[in-house]
């Protein structure tokens, strides 16, 4: 056993120091302080190992993960430990692929976060990739087979079209990220539906590993919960959680694990945690171009507002949302103002300068004003987008 090495002994898991005396192993509890260090003697843990085994200093032996519903609060490590499960499953030869589902707009930070902190090289799977991957791949296999590692969009995957191609070629592994989208959906939801469809035919196979992850698992909903404990063993989703016994207890909570913050805050290598949050009011002074820009702004969207008071409700709700969407950009800061503008009217901005708490804004009142109506238009489109359901841009 070297250095680093995590291991058995007193019935708890150490993690083996290096020693400057070749008779006397130094150890460090796994989740204990970093001070908090033990000397003991080689010869006499093994002497008294005939006796008392648990003296005996061993390899730790962790227990092959089974489907786990990791559901700790947000910052507090879901994705850290399901990697690391991931990370000792392919040491182990056990698993030879690895696929995450997530949102769309997380797979970009999931194969960022299997790179930089596991080595895994992932490729991103969704509607927009998989023309590329094809082309990329040699032989008759699918794309699902071909590459060992990926982080697949759920939203693709879901749909009937795609749904079965991935059940076929299936990796090993699966970990399956906002895990709380895939619990049963009322009936106004088909999408919602379709990924717990997909996930149930996932963990329908006992031989494949599965690791739900989500910060919410409970939303106030009974049923929902049920369902996504269902997808860990199915009996479980016929349990009332309410009123467990101590053995379906016990059952449980070999699948399923929650910590919070305050869990952790000071019990974690004896150390704090999270840097203590202190909140504080800071005034700054506005420049005079951008004091004008937000008396304008405000000016304008309450105009647009009062003028609307004679349409139909649902218009007025539009208008006071594009409204309330422009004052939120504006009030921000200077720079998220520009930033918010559409490249369509750029063309209004011939100058800008920035400094550390400013921007000087070189335009003209009327072309304020036009750059205003046109932001407010296209506020205003997306929020009736947003209200008919319809999403595409």
Known sequence: MNPGAIVRCRNRDWV?????????????????????????????TDLIGYELPEERLRSAVFPRPSPD??????????????????????????????GVLCPPCLCEQWQRELAEKFNLGAVIIRSGTVGALERRKAGADSLYRHYPVQVASIDFLKSDRNRHLFLLDCPDLIIVD????????????????????????????????LILLTATPHSGIESAFR???????????????AALTEPRRIELARHFVQRT?????????????????????ETYRLSRPYRDLFTRTCD????????????????????????????RCVMSSPAAAVA??????????????????????????????????????????????????????
């Open 300 to 327: 304008f969207c309450s105009e647009m507002v009062q003028s609307g008071q004679a349409l139909a409700r649902r218009q007025q709700r539009v208008r006071y949302w594009g409204a309330l969407a422009l004052l």
């Open 178 to 209: 906002e895990a709380h989208g895939s619990a049963v959906a009322a009936e106004s939801n088909p999408g919602q539906h379709q990924c717990h469809q997909l996930v149930r035919e996932i963990a329908a196979r006992a031989d494949r590993h």
């Open 340 to 393: 918010s503008l559409p490249p369509a009217i750029a063309f209004a901005l011939p100058a800008i300068k920035s400094g550390p708490w400013l921007i000087s804004f070189t335009i003209s009142p009327a072309a304020r004003r036009e750059i205003l109506r046109r932001l407010l238009a296209l506020n205003l489109d997306i929020a009736a987008r947003e209200a008919s359901g319809n999403n595409k841009m």
């Open 16 to 44: 083996l120091l290096p020693s400057d005396q070749a008779d006397v192993y130094r150890l460090r509890p796994l989740t204990g302080a970093t001070d908090d260090v033990v000397a003991i003697h080689r010869r006499l």
């Open 69 to 98: 519903d990791l559901a700790d609060d947000v910052g507090v490590g879901k994705t850290i430990e399901a990697l690391l499960i991931a990370r000792e499953l392919l040491d182990r030869g056990e698993i030879k692929r690895l």
């Open 227 to 241: 369902s996504l404990l269902g997808l860990l063993r199915p009996e479980f989703s016929a349990w009332d959680t």
């Open 261 to 281: 913050r305050r869990d952790i805050e000071n019990d974690w290598e004896g150390e704090h945690c999270f840097p203590r949050r202190e909140a504080a009011d």
